[in-house]
């Protein structure tokens, strides 16, 4: 796995600015490659009257390898990345020669579930995003212990999510509503899969990602203590950690 690049994508709703912490010590093992997806970060959103579905943001992912001429790649990414990572698993299975999912999971949302992204996704697109969006989501995002003694933490998230536009936004949760389940996909893989998540992840608890790993043929579960929903931001040396005692001889 050591000669394949490692490409890792974001979570909602930030951009690839929260894999900083990550990187550097990544980077001295591999090649690493965080895009910012599709309405968010840097990398506007396309103009389309097609339905938003995160199968799009999967074929962004393989325009961007082709573009790099990268034949396969690890890839992985953090609950909204995860998702994408398991659209591009689905369409482009060849492509992905290991799986890193970061605080995700594989099933589809409940019907709660996506009824709430669908009125986000609509107050979004009428009020913007300043403000509301951040303190909704802050309690789920991070975990409590963060939350109460880790003010630059919550700062950072706090700015990341204020940065994102509210078109972006909007698509991006009307994409998450739409998605499959990608269970079946991962247990086809066949290629060794490094599942990550935080203690006190609210969003996607340990028993997602424990089922994650049991579903993949060769998976290995890691479990951040103290860590909520962004592992990357909240736990980033022990992401970090966890991915290089994984990755050397694992991609085939």
Request: glycine letters at 8%.
């Amino acid at each position: 796995m050591a000669d394949l690049p490692l490409v890792l994508l974001h979570a909602y709703p930030v951009d690839a600015r929260m894999w900083n912490a990550v990187r550097e010590p990544l980077a001295a093992r591999t090649r690493v490659i965080t895009p910012d997806q599709r309405g968010l970060g840097r990398t506007p959103l396309p103009e389309s009257d097609r339905e938003p579905s995160l199968d799009d943001a999967a074929r962004d992912v393989l325009v961007l390898l082709d573009r790099l001429e990268l034949e396969r790649v690890v890839l992985g990414g953090c609950s909204m990345g995860g998702y994408v990572t398991l659209a591009v698993l689905r369409a482009a299975p060849e492509r992905v020669g290991g799986l890193v999912l970061v605080d995700t999971k594989a099933t589809a949302d409940t019907d709660e579930a996506r009824a709430n992204r669908l009125t986000a996704a609509e107050r979004a697109e009428s009020e913007g995003t300043a403000g509301w969006l951040a303190d909704a989501m802050l309690p789920n995002l991070l975990s409590e212990d963060t939350r109460s003694s880790r003010p630059e933490v919550v700062a950072t998230v706090r700015e990341l999510i204020d940065a994102q536009p509210p078109e972006g936004v909007a698509w991006a949760q009307r994409a998450m509503a739409a998605r499959p389940d990608s269970t079946q996909a991962l247990r086809e893989a066949g290629v060794p899969t490094l599942v990550v998540v935080g203690e006190h992840d609210a969003v996607t608890p340990p028993e997602a990602a424990r089922a994650m790993a049991e579903a993949a043929p060769d998976g290995k579960l890691v479990v951040l203590p103290g860590a909520g929903h962004l592992t990357p931001l909240e736990a980033p040396e022990g992401v970090a950690t966890a991915i290089l005692d994984w990755l050397p001889g694992q991609a085939r």
